[in-house]
């Protein structure tokens, strides 16, 4: 097979990797606008549609600069490693998807090129990177930003939530209406931090594989990369996650408006800041934190502890899981390619 055929299959199904992201993932921005009932699926969809391709497209590519950054691999052994790293993602994506299980994309992403570059080349094809002031670089640094980011978002949406039912503890019903209405702000501003820190995994690795094949001198995320990524991520969320919608918004416990403002709220803040530092947060696991957090900060026993177990048991499996995928999918992409 050609170079340049090899080189079209794996941009084309690192896209299809941002679509099932994008449909995995859309529970995170819509959830609970959907539970409480502030919008209609149909209305959701569409405010996180439009902002998902302005997040990537305004928000800088910082995380897509960590994403390239955290293998080292020779040029002739990066098309392979990707293939395998993406095929893992997609694999792991549509099976926590059929499951109902709000994982993270960018868990999946991470242990699949990590599994593939050490069937590669070992362990010093693996940049580990750390923190660097307010920035972070290779394995390590997308860890401690996948570590820190949930208990940030549990914290902000436990917080958050008692300030906004301490000010509003004399209001009336009614007040239910300019909190529904506040919802559509908040979320629009979750799918805007989605779309940024998400789509720029997706574009980091495209990149990566355009500097490999010498079709660009340097690490510089072209224009059609940035439309063509945020295209498949809002594609994908206009399909919908409806499975994964339940879970988020029904699942772990009965939400209301209240509730969904300061978990979108705190989410959107924790997850555009790990946008800034470089960090490819997942979503999910900060969205799904700070609906813990919210309800906790009511009544714990309020909360679905089972459902929460499962979903930690699924965050703690994804990333050797797609270790183990990525390495077994590296031998199909060198005969591929």
């Not at 039912?165 to 209406?177: E, K």
């Not at 048991?313 to 992409?333: E, Y």
């Amino acid at each position: 097979m050609t170079a340049a055929v090899a080189l079209t299959v794996a941009v084309t199904i690192t896209l299809v990797f941002d679509f099932t992201n994008g449909f995995h993932d859309s529970a995170n921005s819509v959830a609970a606008l959907v539970a409480t009932r502030a919008a209609t699926p149909g209305a959701a969809l569409l405010l996180a549609a439009v902002c998902h391709v302005a997040g990537p497209l305004l928000a800088g590519t910082t995380v897509a600069d960590t994403v390239g950054g955290v293998v080292r691999l020779p040029a002739a052994d990066v098309l392979p490693a990707v293939g395998a790293a993406v095929t893992a993602g997609i694999a792991w994506n549509l099976l926590t998807w059929w499951r109902g299980l709000p994982s993270s994309s960018s868990h999946a992403l991470v242990g699949g090129l990590v599994g593939a570059c050490f069937v590669s080349t070992g362990l010093a094809g693996i940049r580990w990177g750390g923190v660097d002031g307010f920035h972070v670089a290779g394995v390590l640094g997308v860890l401690v930003g996948l570590a820190l980011s949930p208990v940030l978002g549990a914290g902000l949406g436990a917080a958050a939530d008692r300030l906004a039912r301490r000010a509003l503890r004399r209001a009336r019903r009614r007040a239910d209406v300019a909190l529904r209405r506040a919802e559509w702000v908040s979320a629009g501003a979750l799918a805007f931090s989605h779309g940024a820190n998400d789509a720029q995994k997706s574009m980091g690795v495209i990149t990566l594989l355009l500097v490999a094949t010498g079709h660009l001198g340097a690490f510089a995320v072209p224009l059609w990369v940035k439309l063509a990524a945020a295209a498949a991520l809002t594609l994908g969320t206009a399909s919908g996650g409806w499975r994964v919608v339940k879970t988020v918004g029904r699942g772990i416990y009965r939400m209301r408006p209240v509730d969904g403002l300061a978990s979108q709220g705190s989410s959107a803040a924790v997850i555009l800041a790990a946008a800034a530092a470089g960090a490819p947060v997942s979503t999910t696991h900060v969205v799904a934190a700070s609906v813990v957090g919210a309800g906790a900060s009511r009544h714990a026993h309020h909360v679905r502890w089972a459902v929460v177990g499962e979903i930690c048991s699924a965050w703690l499996v994804t990333l050797p899981a797609c270790a183990v995928l990525g390495a077994a999918a590296l031998p199909l992409w060198r005969w591929f390619a």
